[in-house]
């Protein structure tokens, strides 16, 4: 199972970027919670937002109103929707998700990070 994300990048801030990430694999079962997550050096990944296979979404506070998760299930992809950019957004941006690839064979994945880059 790999998890891709691309669609990270440098903007002015007020601006907007919308990352995505794939879920590919010869085996996948089922997918339920995808997410991001994002990390900047010296501090911990923190948690973005989490939307489960039913469709509703947890957000971190610091995102609420101007970040959107939303994900295909038939492409297994998770997007992150994120709008008013502010230079403290700055962060490598992770996607997350669990993955069965057999019978309640659940296994938790992470994407390799795209780096998102909002200039003051």
């Known amino acids: 199972v790999q998890l891709q994300a691309f669609g990270g990048g440098l903007v002015q801030a007020g601006g907007f970027l919308r990352p995505s990430c794939v879920v590919s694999?010869?085996?996948?079962?089922?997918?339920?919670?995808m997410g991001w997550y994002r990390q900047v050096p010296g501090r911990e990944r923190e948690l973005v937002g989490v939307?489960?296979?039913?469709?509703?979404?947890n957000y971190a506070d610091s995102v609420k109103g101007h970040f959107t998760i939303s994900r295909d299930n038939a492409k297994n992809a998770v997007y992150l929707q994120m709008s008013s950019l502010k230079p403290e957004d700055t962060a490598v941006y992770y996607c997350?998700?669990?993955?069965?690839?057999?019978?309640?064979?659940?296994?938790?994945?992470w994407g390799q990070g795209t780096q998102v880059t909002v200039s003051s």
């Open positions: 997350n998700a669990d993955v069965a690839t057999g019978w309640e064979n659940w296994n938790n994945y």
């Open positions: 939307t489960k296979n039913s469709g509703g979404v």
């Open positions: 694999g010869r085996r996948i079962f089922a997918i339920n919670d």
